[in-house]
């Protein structure tokens, strides 16, 4: 059964919000890495985008859910799994927008820059990322990156229709920064005796990509 519901888009913390919630007992959680690991998933979440597709058993045998494709999907999601809790991780909309460019953009834009352990999640996703993109930006991944105007209205956009949706007390707004408490203290559970996750950084991820190339 789904009990938390990532509605954050990528590159707004989820690698480490994936991790911080399997921390708290909130494991397995599905992120776009477990289509690498089982590969079978990406012909589902294909056909969710066209909403032939069972909601319920679509996350089955996961707890959580965050980052694409899942959070591409928090409209149905969120109403299947009515008792779920949401998190909308967030992150300043400008440094987001480099993120993403030199991350997730420049991975999908240039096959020859992926990572050999991401091929196959790139792969098998790459019908699906690129019409999740599509949906959310009005262009396709063979496109230039749009610019940072829009790309920063379509982020403040989906914060708006996240939180204009769904009740106030059913969503946690969530920037990684903030660390354990408001995160702990929204799904009722002991803050660990460690470091919140910091993983998949801008300059791991471009780290990655150098040593790829």
Partial sequence: MISVIGAGLPRTGTTSLKAALELLGFGPCHHMQEIGTHPEQAPRWRQALEEQVDWTGLLRGYQAAVDWPSAHFWRPLTHTHPDAKVILTVRDPHAWYVSLRDT????????????????????????????????????????????????????????????GTLRADRVLVYESGQGWEPLCDFLGVPIPDEPYPRLNDRQSALTRLRESR
Avoid: N
Wanted: glycine share 4%; proline share 10%; charged share 25%.
């Fill in 104 to 163: 997730v953009f420049a991975l999908l834009h240039d096959p020859s820059a992926v990572p050999r352990e991401l091929q196959p999640v790139i792969t098998g996703m790459r019908p699906l990322l690129d019409r999740i993109w599509r949906d959310t930006f009005g262009t396709t991944l063979a496109d230039p990156m749009p610019d940072e105007s829009h790309a920063v209205k379509v982020f403040l956009r989906h914060t708006a229709e996240v939180t």
